[in-house]
Every structure is written in structure tokens, then in C-alpha cells.
């Protein structure tokens, strides 16, 4: 049990559409992160958010965007969908100052 | 930039040890992961070690890193069929940032 939950598990979308997928976690993590895990790769980090403030992104366009809140959950949100979105979408996060960076079971997004 | 290499595929015997190995390329990683994702399922952290460890044993893992040669590898002894997975070795450069780099994972089948 990591304490990192996400929603929805899977959903369907279609090109051009916008998505949003949630994550809650632990109190007291204040660092969340997102990857996309395309089928048969590694996780790729998409960006971390940080007591509400973006301090990381990785090589993801504008049109992925996040939100962290005050209650420890976070949002992804993915705008004009492309066909090559379709991913397992990983949320993670971690306590201030420590280690230990748990994921959450992901959510499947599949765009039609 | 980083860079994470693992071999694919790696096949056991019941009862034998297994050895994943993991080559990494950002000199200033500060910690090395180890995550198992069953299928259909998100991360599950296993272990990580500093760098400034060159071993760390928890029950049946042993993780091994050579600095100089930046290798990492992670041991299971007594291999048993539910170790059946996907391994992810991953690194991070520490200092407040979560940002991790994964390999593409070995897939680690037991038989029976």
C-alpha cells in the first residue's frame, strides 16, 4: 500500500479531445511527480510539482499541464490529444525530505 | 544526457538466484532505485541505495553498486514464481529534485 491513489483506471478518449486524470496522496508529501509509461518502455517523467509550483519538467509539450492543491492531491491534464498519448500515466510522490518515492497504480489512457 | 541500460529479458529456475543488472550514465546520480511492476500495474518500490553505499541487503534483495563503473545490480535469492515481473532500475539526482530516469526494464520470468 503506497498511499498513492489515482483516478480514473482507464478511459478512452479521442483525438483532439482534453483529459484530466487525478492522484491523491499521503499528508505530508508535498512533492508529486507524473510519468508516461508508453507500452513496452521505461516511465518518462513528464514534471513534479512542489508545495503547488511547477520545479521540474521533462521533454513534454505545453498542452501537458498539471495542478497540485493544498490537500495533497494533484491533477494531469492533456490537452489536444494525439493518438501517441496513449499511455499508462504514473503519478508519484514523496515526504519532504525523504528518499522514498511511491507510485500510484496508474491510469490507462487510450486515444482513438 | 542520462541514460539508463538494462538487459530485456532474463529467465530462472524456481529456487535459483537471479542478478539484474543496470548501467547508468549521469555521474552526479545521488540515488539508484529499484522498482517491480507486475502486469497491468503500477510501480512498486523495492529498494534504493545512496551512492556513496556500495551494497544494501533487505531479506532476499541485495543491491550492489560500483561507482566507478556505474553499474548497479539487484539480486533476489531464492527466486520464486510471484517474483515474476518487470525490473526497473532508475536514478535520481537527489537535493529536493524526484525527477527519475528509468530504464527500458527487464523482464524476469521463473519457471517452475
Known amino acids: 500500500e503506497t498511499g498513492v491513489t489515482q483516478s480514473p483506471t482507464h478511459l478512452i478518449k479521442t483525438r483532439g479531445q482534453q483529459v484530466t486524470l487525478r492522484c491523491s496522496s499521503q499528508?505530508?508529501?508535498?512533492?508529486v511527480s507524473w510519468y508516461q509509461q508508453a507500452l513496452g518502455q521505461g516511465p518518462q517523467f513528464i514534471f513534479q510539482?512542489?508545495?503547488?509550483?511547477?520545479?521540474g519538467r521533462g521533454n513534454f509539450p505545453p498542452r501537458f499541464s498539471g495542478l497540485q492543491f493544498p490537500n495533497y492531491s494533484s491533477e494531469l491534464n492533456v490537452n489536444a490529444l494525439e493518438l501517441d498519448d496513449s499511455a499508462l500515466y504514473l503519478c508519484?510522490?514523496?515526504?519532504?525530505?525523504?528518499?522514498?518515492?511511491?507510485f500510484g497504480e496508474g491510469s490507462w489512457l487510450t486515444v482513438v | 544526457g542520462e541514460d539508463v541500460e538494462q538487459s530485456l529479458f532474463l529467465s530462472v529456475r524456481e529456487g535459483d538466484s537471479s542478478v539484474i543488472n543496470c548501467t547508468y550514465t549521469?555521474?552526479?546520480?545521488?540515488?539508484l532505485y529499484w522498482y517491480k511492476q507486475e502486469p497491468g500495474a503500477g510501480l512498486q518500490l523495492l529498494t534504493y541505495?545512496?551512492?556513496?553505499?556500495d551494497m544494501k541487503q533487505d531479506q532476499r534483495l541485495t543491491v550492489l553498486l560500483n561507482k566507478k563503473d556505474k553499474h548497479l545490480s539487484l539480486r533476489i535469492a531464492d527466486t520464486q514464481t510471484g517474483d515474476s515481473a518487470i525490473y526497473f532500475c532508475?536514478?535520481?539526482?537527489?537535493?529536493?529534485?524526484?525527477?527519475?530516469?528509468f530504464g527500458k526494464g527487464t523482464k524476469l520470468s521463473v519457471i517452475p
Open positions: 510539482y512542489y508545495r503547488e509550483e511547477e520545479n
Open positions: 499528508s505530508g508529501h508535498n512533492t
Open positions: 549521469d555521474s552526479s546520480s545521488t540515488y
Open positions: 541505495i545512496f551512492s556513496n553505499m
Open positions: 508519484a510522490s514523496s515526504l519532504d525530505g525523504g528518499n522514498t518515492i511511491y
Open positions: 532508475a536514478e535520481s539526482p537527489g537535493a529536493g529534485s524526484y525527477q527519475l530516469t
